[in-house]
Every structure is written in C-alpha cells, then in structure tokens.
C-alpha cells in the first residue's frame, strides 16, 4: 500500500515564505509525475505545480516567479519553495503522486495548511 505525506505547512505573514514536503513510502516501483494543489475555503481544488519524472516543471500563472517545485527521487519527495506568500496563498495544499506499484495510479496525501496574515 502507498502512503503520501505531506508536511511544512503553517503561518506565514505576507512576503515570507514556506517550504512543503511530500513523501511517499510503499512497495513503490516508480512515480511519474509529482503534483502540488490547493483548495482554498469555498473554491475548487485546483493545480500549483507539477514536475515530471524527467523534471520538466509546469506552475499555474497566479505562482509563477514565487514557488519552485522539485523532486528527489531517491526519498520518493516532492518540494514546494514558497517565497513571496500573498494572503491570497492561503489554503490546504494537497500533493499528488502518479505512482506505479502493486496499485498504481494517483495518490492525494491529506493536505497541509498554509495561512498568509497580511
């Protein structure tokens, strides 16, 4: 069975910044794409960042610039390096792992909060 953790998250006031964490532990084979997303209260769930087996990167308009996303494939781990938060950031940030293993297929850890105070 897989596992997706993530941590990093807490309170930030406006122009500081935050680093997240995602691990993810099991009988895993491979993960492909690694994701970051967030929800914010009363809105959809929606991407931040994604990075690729081969690191191709991909950010949402609204983070270009601030965040960083990275992986280390060894620890089966995904980074966000959140610089320059708006209150706007504010919301729980989920990480998704595309994963290949005995059960293969999209794993959500249960999200972390991020509050921005301005």
């Known amino acids: 069975q897989v596992q997706v953790v993530e941590s990093g998250g807490g309170l930030v006031q406006a122009g500081g910044s935050l680093r997240l964490s995602c691990a993810a532990s099991?009988?895993?084979?491979?993960?492909?794409?690694m994701g970051w997303y967030r929800q914010a209260f009363g809105k959809q769930r929606e991407l931040v960042a994604v990075?690729?087996?081969?690191?191709?990167?991909n950010y949402a308009d609204s983070v270009k610039g601030r965040f960083t996303i990275s992986r280390d494939n060894t620890k089966n781990t995904v980074y966000l390096q959140m610089n320059s938060l708006k209150p706007e950031d504010t919301a729980v940030y989920y990480c998704?792992?595309?994963?290949?293993?005995?059960?293969?297929?999209?794993?959500w850890g249960r999200g972390t909060q991020v509050t921005v105070s301005s």
């Open positions: 998704n792992m595309e994963v290949r293993a005995a059960v293969s297929g999209g794993y």
């Open positions: 099991g009988s895993i084979l491979r993960i492909n794409d």
């Open positions: 990075i690729t087996s081969g690191g191709v990167t």
